[in-house]
T-cell receptor
Framework: EDQVTQSPEALRLQEGESSSLNCSYT??????LFWYRQDPGKGPEFLFTLYSAGEEKEKERLKATLTKKESFLHITAPKPEDSATYLC??????????????FGQGTILTVHP | DTGVSQNPRHKITKRGQNVTFRCDPISEHNRLYWYRQTLGQGPEFLTY????????KSRLLSDRFSAERPKGSFSTLEIQRTEQGDSAMYLCASSPGTGGNEKLFFGSGTQLSVL
């Protein structure tokens, strides 16, 4: 069974204070690792897909990296509008669906001005 | 792009009642998914449609749950004889269905409270 564990559960940063979120996973045959952002009362919003170890992707102040066992979401010089829950998910080889994702519990990020 | 639309946004019901939720996916998307999310947890997969065909169901989807997608357009999720443990956010997502790069577009969900 695919498993995803995210740490820390909550992270408080001052504006401009860079940090990283961790996503550890076990999966039989990784087809993709996904990062989503979720604001209160809304559905998750897609950020990145990573497919193989060593891959990196960037978007504004966010950078996602992938190893064989974990992924990191680096946040550089965060702003208050980056406050949200960040979800990590994996797509394994089991099942017929391309969208049957296994999500972690999320990291709640709060950035103070 | 009007996004994925879910109705109602909130539903309060009494234990034992039946409830039905609706999801309208992005119009050109042929893949549709239902997920459930409880407070402090990530979403959990429930079921998947390719056009009108329901191709996969999670074991979380007990026989009190039924989902349909007539004509491959909108989808409904019905819960019969609701229980307090059914209280959760029910999320619908859709995707274009072109190959394996499965970028899911989620709706804002239906928050169900069972009293």
């Amino acid at each position: 069974e695919d498993q995803v564990t995210q740490s820390p559960e909550a992270l408080r940063l001052q504006e401009g204070e860079s940090s990283s979120l961790n996503c550890s996973y076990t999966v039989s045959g990784l087809r993709g690792l996904f990062w989503y952002r979720q604001d209160p009362g809304k559905g998750p919003e897609f950020l990145f897909t990573l497919y193989s170890a060593g891959e990196e992707k960037e978007k504004e102040r966010l950078k996602a990296t992938l190893t064989k066992k974990e992924s990191f979401l680096h946040i550089t010089a965060p702003k208050p509008e980056d406050s949200a829950t960040y979800l990590c998910a994996v797509l394994g080889a089991g099942g017929t669906s391309y969208g049957k994702l296994t999500f972690g519990q999320g990291t709640i990020l709060t950035v103070h001005p | 792009d009007t996004g994925v639309s879910q109705n109602p946004r909130h539903k309060i019901t009494k234990r034992g009642q039946n409830v039905t939720f609706r999801c309208d996916p992005i119009s050109e998307h042929n893949r549709l998914y239902w997920y459930r999310q409880t407070l402090g947890q990530g979403p959990e997969f429930l079921t998947y449609f390719q056009n009108e065909a329901q191709l996969e169901k999670s074991r979380l989807l007990s026989d009190r749950f039924s989902a349909e997608r007539p004509k491959g357009s909108f989808s409904t999720l019905e819960i019969q004889r609701t229980e307090q443990g059914d209280s959760a956010m029910y999320l619908c997502a859709s995707s274009p269905g072109t190959g394996g790069n499965e970028k899911l577009f989620f709706g804002s969900g239906t928050q169900l409270s069972v009293l």
